[in-house]
């Protein structure tokens, strides 16, 4: 969501707390302020609003394919506003407060994601429900999201068994992830064929459920501050998770700055969506990085040194770490306004990607080509060689046997049928081809030189 829509509803919207990490860690042991879209004495008891509602049942096991929503059992009263309408007043020690902030967590989400759709995202299990039902704590030690609902239960204990220390409901990532699966649903469909493996597609589903909650964790102050103090903004040097010190114990962050690439992957969903959230976050910290050198926060040259090159040794790696440290020190907040740009550049660009896959024999080269497109439309293709680049990296690429790969000769067209002089046709299709390549050439020889990884700079803004 972009920093001015972000700021006018904190104006007009209802204010809840949430945790932006698991509160247990000390750095994300206080909640934070949030405020939803829906208009402050608009969100009803619950709390409920259009799109979706809390219901707090007491003992509840998990729905099945035999149990389904709505739930008709027991229930703790909904939770009231306080007198101003808003709900940022609970004890964030009180079951009220964790059924709050399931719902705060998945609006909030639901907001910064029809943000970057441009528009309301119908759910995909419209045709049976108009409302999305939350459900914060079951007797589980899972969580799950499924046609109509939203329920979560605890973590387990290290030995087995419920550990009510830990609801899954107050845990933002684990919610959005979640959440994410559902806006794929409603924005990209599902396979129809019986058979379509749907590797790729379960692949792209697992990824997009952490992109959609890492992009919604750069909307906390606190996680985005911590971010950039623990590595001076450079955040290539994430390959050190430790840098990130309480973070690194965040799924989220962890998957983000992973180094896997398709030849390390098999068909296991979470362990093929890898390479592909991989590729995904590394264009958003290319993006920042562009966007860092643009306002002359650091040079083209260590925006260079500091990407994923093989030959950057540990030695190399103290030194770029000392000089980000000597360009974040003083320019904190021209690092934080770099990084949510690049952040809602991402968003928008997986939002017009995601709307225009199509889920059947969905192949990661499908999503690569779906992003260059919406690169094109967006940002006039600014992050072409970029997109290409980070892809390449991570082995993304075409099926060998793809028809793509096929050449077609003139013998293959039938149109080579003895000696005869250029059909017109041909003729017009040759002076066409030569026109594509010296256009080409002329828009290399004015392209500016390359960034490291393909990147080229945009232009001055
Ligand atoms: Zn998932």
Same mark, same amino acid.
């Given at each position: 969501?972009?920093?001015?829509?972000?700021?006018?509803?904190?104006?007009?919207?209802?204010?809840f707390?949430i945790?932006? *990490?698991?509160?247990?860690?000390?750095?994300?042991?206080?909640?934070?302020?949030?405020?939803?879209?829906?208009?402050?004495?608009?969100?009803?008891?619950g709390p409920?609003?259009?799109?979706m509602?809390v219901v707090d049942?007491?003992?509840?096991?998990?729905?099945?394919?035999?149990?389904?929503?709505?739930?008709?059992?027991?229930?703790?009263?909904?939770v009231?506003?306080?007198?101003?309408?808003?709900?940022?007043?609970?004890?964030?020690?009180?079951?009220?407060f964790q059924a709050a902030t399931m719902y705060a967590t998945v609006r909030?989400?639901?907001?910064?994601?029809?943000?970057?759709?441009?528009?309301?995202?119908?759910?995909?299990?419209?045709?049976?429900?108009?409302?999305?039902?939350l459900i914060p704590l079951?007797?589980?030690?899972?969580a799950?999201?499924?046609?109509?609902?939203l329920e979560f239960?605890?973590?387990?204990?290290?030995?087995?068994?419920?550990?009510?220390?830990?609801p899954y409901c107050e845990n933002f990532?684990?919610l959005?992830?979640?959440?994410?699966?559902?806006?794929?649903?409603?924005?990209?469909?599902?396979?129809?064929?019986?058979?379509?493996?749907?590797?790729?597609?379960?692949?792209?589903?697992?990824?997009?459920?952490?992109?959609?909650?890492?992009?919604?964790?750069?909307?906390?102050?606190?996680?985005?501050?911590?971010?950039?103090?623990?590595?001076?903004?450079?955040?290539?040097?994430?390959?050190?998770?430790?840098?990130?010190?309480?973070?690194?114990?965040?799924?989220?962050?962890?998957?983000?700055?992973?180094?896997?690439?398709?030849?390390?992957?098999?068909?296991?969903?979470?362990?093929?969506?890898?390479?592909?959230?991989?590729?995904?976050?590394?264009?958003?910290?290319?993006?920042? *990085?562009?966007?860092?050198?643009?306002?002359?926060?650091?040079?083209?040259?260590?925006?260079?040194?500091?990407?994923?090159?093989?030959?950057?040794?540990? *030695?190399?790696?103290?030194?770029? *770490?000392?000089?980000?440290?000597?360009?974040?020190?003083?320019?904190?907040?021209?690092?934080?306004?770099?990084?949510?740009?690049?952040?809602?550049?991402?968003?928008?660009?997986?939002?017009?990607?995601?709307?225009?896959?199509?889920?059947?024999?969905?192949?990661?080269?499908?999503?690569?080509?779906?992003?260059?497109?919406?690169?094109?439309?967006?940002?006039?293709?600014?992050?072409?060689?970029?997109?290409?680049?980070?892809?390449?990296?991570?082995?993304?690429?075409?099926?060998?046997?793809?028809?793509?790969?096929?050449?077609?000769?003139?013998?293959?067209?039938?149109?080579?049928?003895?000696?005869?002089?250029?059909?017109?046709?041909?003729?017009?299709?040759?002076?066409?081809?030569?026109?594509?390549?010296?256009?080409?050439?002329?828009?290399?020889?004015?392209?500016?030189?390359?960034?490291?990884?393909?990147?080229?700079?945009?232009?001055?803004?």
């Amino acid at each position: 969501m972009s920093v001015e829509l972000d700021l006018q509803l904190e104006q007009t919207g209802t204010r809840f707390r949430i945790f932006p *990490q698991p509160r247990y860690l000390p750095a994300f042991s206080q909640p934070e302020v949030v405020t939803v879209s829906v208009p402050v004495g608009e969100v009803r008891p619950g709390p409920a609003d259009t799109r979706m509602f809390v219901v707090d049942a007491a003992n509840k096991l998990p729905y099945s394919q035999a149990n389904r929503p709505p739930f008709k059992g027991k229930a703790n009263p909904p939770v009231q506003p306080g007198p101003d309408g808003h709900f940022d007043h609970l004890d964030p020690k009180s079951r009220a407060f964790q059924a709050a902030t399931m719902y705060a967590t998945v609006r909030r989400v639901l907001d910064i994601w029809e943000d970057y759709f441009g528009g309301h995202i119908a759910w995909h299990f419209e045709a049976h429900f108009d409302r999305l039902e939350l459900i914060p704590l079951i007797e589980w030690d899972n969580a799950q999201s499924g046609y109509g609902f939203l329920e979560f239960g605890y973590g387990r204990k290290a030995g087995g068994g419920i550990d009510h220390s830990r609801p899954y409901c107050e845990n933002f990532d684990v919610l959005a992830h979640e959440l994410g699966h559902s806006l794929i649903f409603a924005e990209v469909g599902y396979p129809k064929f019986a058979n379509d493996p749907a590797l790729d597609y379960s692949g792209m589903h697992e990824s997009a459920g952490d992109l959609v909650a890492i992009v919604a964790s750069l909307h906390f102050n606190s996680v985005v501050d911590h971010v950039l103090a623990s590595t001076s903004g450079n955040l290539f040097s994430v390959n050190e998770l430790e840098r990130v010190g309480e973070l690194s114990e965040s799924r989220e962050i962890r998957t983000a700055f992973n180094y896997h690439r398709m030849s390390d992957v098999g068909a296991e969903p979470h362990e093929r969506s890898l390479p592909l959230t991989g590729a995904i976050f590394d264009v958003m910290v290319e993006m920042f *990085q562009i966007k860092l050198v643009q306002r002359g926060l650091i040079t083209a040259d260590l925006a260079k040194r500091s990407s994923q090159e093989p030959d950057n040794t540990v *030695q190399d790696l103290a030194a770029l *770490q000392a000089e980000f440290a000597a360009a974040y020190a003083g320019h904190e907040t021209g690092f934080k306004a770099a990084l949510l740009e690049a952040r809602d550049g991402l968003g928008r660009l997986l939002a017009e990607c995601w709307r225009n896959l199509s889920p059947d024999f969905l192949t990661y080269h499908e999503v690569l080509r779906q992003l260059l497109r919406a690169d094109r439309k967006l940002n006039q293709g600014a992050f072409q060689e970029t997109i290409r680049s980070c892809f390449a990296w991570r082995e993304i690429s075409l099926a060998p046997d793809s028809l793509l790969l096929r050449s077609h000769t003139l013998a293959d067209c039938g149109m080579d049928s003895g000696p005869r002089p250029l059909a017109e046709l041909e003729a017009g299709a040759i002076v066409g081809m030569i026109e594509v390549l010296e256009d080409e050439l002329s828009r290399r020889k004015e392209r500016p030189a390359r960034l490291p990884g393909g990147r080229i700079p945009e232009p001055a803004e």
